[in-house]
């Protein structure tokens, strides 16, 4: 039991929340595939949804492991901790480049943006596997707690140290991306008319998605760790309610992503005349066969 959610209520957060990472798994798996298949849509912009993508799916993959008893083995929740974080903070690391490319490109109007995509692309793993050891480290002898979303152990101080080592530092990011976007939002609602107008347009109406993602996603969770740490949990009424949907909400950033980012014209494009060409070469195929079955006949 975790406070008042008994542990038949924590599985059916776990399969609530199994259901939404599938969607997500989904989604980023749609993308990555689209990246690797098409060669003609590896250019800057969808490179970069295809990485953020990985770390969605990587994500969503660790929401699936099933640890919602008590009786789970440290290991695997170590495990789930540990891929939890990682693929939480390259991910939102990852953002901060787009963002810093947005920037540099729609502001400064620097366009050499690919050399430095692979010195980043080391920086977020590096700073992503660190932030994540910090509590893996300083926890480990005392592993006994574990490290599982759901359960948490008895300790009372593991919910104030996962807050200051997850939720702190995920906003700190968080509102340094949302400070770029909304200077790269202003710039582009900012510029004068054109035959560009209407192209800085729509790019303006596409970055105003990401921080409505972020904060529809997060907010939810982070009030649930805000209520942790401040104990309130006996005196909320609708503990497993609150539970269930932040983390839904939370599981689902892997979906919204690929659909505000990786369901672009061009991709809609490519999907329709690659569904064509299969149409076309099955009737052909058909139309073939039946003129050998025709000629062999006759």
Same mark, same amino acid.
């Given at each position: 039991m975790v406070y008042g959610i008994s542990d038949g209520k924590l599985?059916?957060?776990?399969?609530?929340? &199994?259901?939404a990472s599938i969607l997500s798994i989904l989604g980023c798996a749609f993308i990555i595939s689209m990246?690797?298949?098409?060669?003609?849509?590896? =250019?800057?912009a969808f490179k970069l949804i295809a990485v953020l993508s990985v770390f969605d799916l990587i994500n969503a993959i660790s929401f699936m492991i099933p640890t919602y008893n008590q009786g789970i083995s440290d290991e695997?929740?170590?495990?789930?901790?540990?891929? !939890?974080? %990682?693929?939480?903070?390259?991910?939102?690391?990852?953002?901060s480049f787009i963002a810093i490319t947005l920037y540099a490109i729609v502001v400064k109007s620097y366009l050499n943006i690919e050399w430095l995509m692979k010195r980043?692309?080391?920086?977020?793993?590096?700073?992503? !596997? &660190?932030?994540?050891?910090?509590?893996?480290?300083?926890e480990s002898r005392n592993s006994s707690n574990g490290f599982c979303w759901l359960?948490?152990?008895?300790?009372?101080?593991?919910?104030?140290?996962?807050?200051?080592? %997850?939720?702190?530092?995920?906003?700190?990011?968080?509102?340094?991306n949302l400070s770029?976007?909304?200077?790269?939002?202003?710039?582009?609602?900012?510029?004068? +008319?054109?035959?560009?107008?209407?192209?800085? =347009?729509?790019?303006?109406?596409?970055? +105003?998605?990401?921080?409505?993602i972020i904060f529809f996603c997060?907010?939810?969770?982070?009030?649930?760790?805000?209520?942790?740490?401040? +104990?309130?949990?006996?005196? %909320?009424?609708?503990?497993?309610?609150?539970?269930?949907?932040? +983390?839904v909400i939370r599981c689902l950033i892997g979906l919204l992503n690929a659909f505000a980012y990786g369901f672009t014209k061009n991709v809609r494009k490519k999907l329709k005349h690659f569904c064509s060409k299969n149409k076309y070469d099955q009737n052909k195929s058909t139309l073939m066969t039946d003129m050998d079955k025709k000629n062999n006949y006759n």
């Open positions: 599985e059916d957060i776990y399969v609530s929340n &199994a259901i990246y690797l298949i098409f060669k003609d849509l590896r =250019k800057l695997i929740c170590i495990i789930q901790g540990i891929l !939890m974080n %990682f693929s939480t903070f390259g991910a939102i690391l990852w953002t980043y692309i080391i920086f977020d793993i590096f700073v992503a !596997m &660190a932030i994540t050891a910090i509590p893996n480290i300083l359960y948490q152990g008895a300790h009372p101080g593991r919910y104030t140290f996962r807050f200051l080592t %997850f939720l702190v530092p995920l906003w700190v990011v968080l509102t340094i770029l976007y909304v200077v790269v939002f202003r710039h582009l609602r900012g510029g004068i +008319g054109g035959e560009d107008a209407k192209i800085r =347009k729509q790019l303006s109406k596409k970055i +105003g998605i990401y921080p409505l997060y907010l939810p969770y982070t009030i649930k760790g805000i209520i942790e740490v401040q +104990g309130l949990w006996d005196e %909320f009424i609708y503990e497993y309610y609150f539970t269930l949907i932040a +983390g």
